[in-house]
């Protein structure tokens, strides 16, 4: 997870100020979050496809597995490896915190610091 801490007059940051490790914190807990309602949606379908032999339960159990671990409040990417949860079958799941993203944090100068349009007097 990337965040970078800048100033511009174009982009601010939710909190109105640069605090990179609070943004880690809060981003985190969005993507546990977002896992957690993934998986809840999914476990109920899966558990339907294992009894009619449509899944393996290994996919079940996986599913289940990582819901464990983000009620913990952890990232998959942190704690499946230690919850012996299978990688490969974890991506089935299209997790958020697996997919790959950059976080581009910026924050605003205060207001007697900002200019105006280029090419034009502030």
């Not at 940051?13 to 969005?30: L, N, R, Y």
């Not at 993934?38 to 290994?58: N, S, W």
């Amino acid at each position: 997870m990337v965040t970078r801490a800048s100033r511009t007059r174009t982009w601010s940051t939710w909190m109105g100020k640069v605090e990179p490790a609070g943004d880690i914190e809060t981003i985190s807990t969005e993507l546990v979050l977002a896992d957690m309602q993934t998986l809840e949606k999914a476990i109920p379908r899966l558990e339907k496809e294992v009894r009619g032999k449509k899944t393996e339960p290994v996919v079940l159990e996986t599913a289940q597995a990582a819901l464990k671990v983000l009620e913990e409040g952890t990232l998959l990417s942190a704690g499946a490896e230690a919850a012996g949860i299978d990688a490969e079958v974890l991506k089935t799941f299209q997790a958020h915190d697996h997919q790959a993203f950059y976080l581009r944090v910026q924050h605003g100068r205060r207001r007697d610091e900002r200019r105006g349009p280029p090419g034009r007097a502030a």
